[in-house]
T-cell receptor
Framework: GAGVSQSPSNKVTEKGKDVELRCDPI?????LYWYRQSLGQGLEFLIY????????KSGLPSDRFSAERTGGSVSTLTIQRTQQEDSAVYLC?????????????FGPGTRLTVL | SQQGEEDPQALSIQEGENATMNCSYK?????LQWYRQNSGRGLVHLIL?????REKHSGRLRVTLDTSKKSSSLLITASRAADTASYFC????????????FGRGTQLTVWP
């Protein structure tokens, strides 16, 4: 596609519910990244994929968070039993290949609000 | 964990003035990137400077890097109201391929 897309753009859920966030990277990009940004804060790394593998998932804050990527394309980030502190903007990015010199292209984000 | 710290946290200037934002980081890096974010949504890559470079230009942007002081600066010359955004520095480390470490950002407001 023309750019990284994320859905939904906004999600309001009740505490304890599960949510799924979706990221569709730029076509041909093999690396995909998930970040979280709380109000007024910088980006917190969660996990990245090279192809369908996740070499670094060290940023996932708890075992309630999981992510998968299938077909080397779309990725979903799942948060189980959501808590209020999960409220944030979840940003997805992709790059041609995983590497720190590669520009990461960001999607518009999903704003998650847990009531 | 966050790597960089930008300062100032907020900067307010008039159109036409120059804006300078600074970034400090803690560990050795291979490169440093600057990103811009509008309205708390997606980030846009501005410029990358490698650890063996001292200065880089792109249009009205000038980035410097001082690895001895572990700091970088982003200068926007002749600022415009459209430059109003948050600016983040991000660093990469060779040991964590692909992962970027972001600072908290500088909120720049340019008044017309």
């Amino acid at each position: 596609g023309a750019g990284v897309s994320q859905s939904p753009s906004n999600k309001v859920t009740e505490k304890g519910k599960d949510v799924e966030l979706r990221c569709d990277p730029i076509s041909g990009h093999t690396a995909l990244y998930w970040y979280r940004q709380s109000l007024g804060q910088g980006l917190e790394f969660l996990i990245y994929f090279q192809g369908n593998s996740a070499p670094d998932k060290s940023g996932l804050p708890s075992d309630r968070f999981s992510a998968e990527r299938t077909g080397g394309s779309v990725s979903t980030l799942t948060i189980q039993r959501t808590q209020q502190e999960d409220s944030a903007v979840y940003l997805c990015a992709s790059s041609f290949i995983a590497g720190e010199t590669n520009e990461q292209f960001f999607g518009p984000g999903t704003r998650l609000t847990v009531l | 964990s966050q790597q960089g710290e930008e300062d100032p946290q907020a900067l307010s200037i008039q159109e036409g003035e120059n804006a300078t934002m600074n970034c400090s980081y803690k560990t050795s890096i291979n490169n440093l990137q600057w990103y811009r974010q509008n309205s708390g949504r997606g980030l846009v890559h501005l410029i990358l400077i490698r650890s063996n470079e001292r200065e880089k230009h792109s249009g009205r942007l000038r980035v410097t890097l001082d690895t001895s002081k572990k700091s970088s600066s982003l200068l926007i010359t002749a600022s415009r109201a459209a430059d109003t955004a948050s600016y983040f520095c991000a660093t990469g480390r060779g040991s964590t391929l692909g992962r970027l470490y972001f600072g908290r950002g500088t909120q720049l407001t340019v008044w017309p």
